[in-house]
Nanobody, 116 residues
Framework: QVQLVESGGGLVQPGGSLRLSCAAS????????MRWYRQAPGKQRELVAS????????TYADSVKGRLTISRDNAKNTVYLQMNGLKPEDTAVYYC?????????WGQGTQVTVSS
């Protein structure tokens, strides 16, 4: 019901920045929340950040607080993850997720690599 298209991943040096985008196929006002997850090789998928669409209330994993910021642009049906002060341990595939009526919808994932 909700298709998600991600973009913005890439290779950056430690301390660098990236902005990930997640464009939804319908108004994001039709979903309850959107989230960013990440999964590093050999590790379980981890919730990084979430945003309640209506209120813009956000939550973050402790490991990314102060460095990553989730936001939404309702007019563009898009959620962003601004990533600053990137560290090698941030290297992972990042996945966009939409939550609606107890259902989860996933993007294809975008690779973020932080390396010098």
């Amino acid at each position: 019901q909700v298709q998600l298209v991600e973009s913005g991943g890439g290779l950056v040096q430690p301390g660098g920045s990236l902005r990930l985008s997640c464009a939804a196929s319908r108004s994001i006002m039709d979903v309850s929340a959107m989230r960013w997850y990440r999964q590093a090789p050999g590790k379980q998928r981890e919730l990084v950040a979430s945003i309640i669409i209506y209120s813009a209330t956000t939550t973050y994993a402790d490991s990314v607080k102060g460095r990553l910021t989730i936001s939404r642009d309702n007019a563009k049906n898009t959620v962003y993850l601004q990533m600053n002060g990137l560290k090698p341990e941030d290297t992972a595939v990042y996945y966009c997720n939409a939550y609606k009526s107890s259902n989860n919808y996933w993007g294809q994932g975008t690779q973020v690599t932080v390396s010098s």
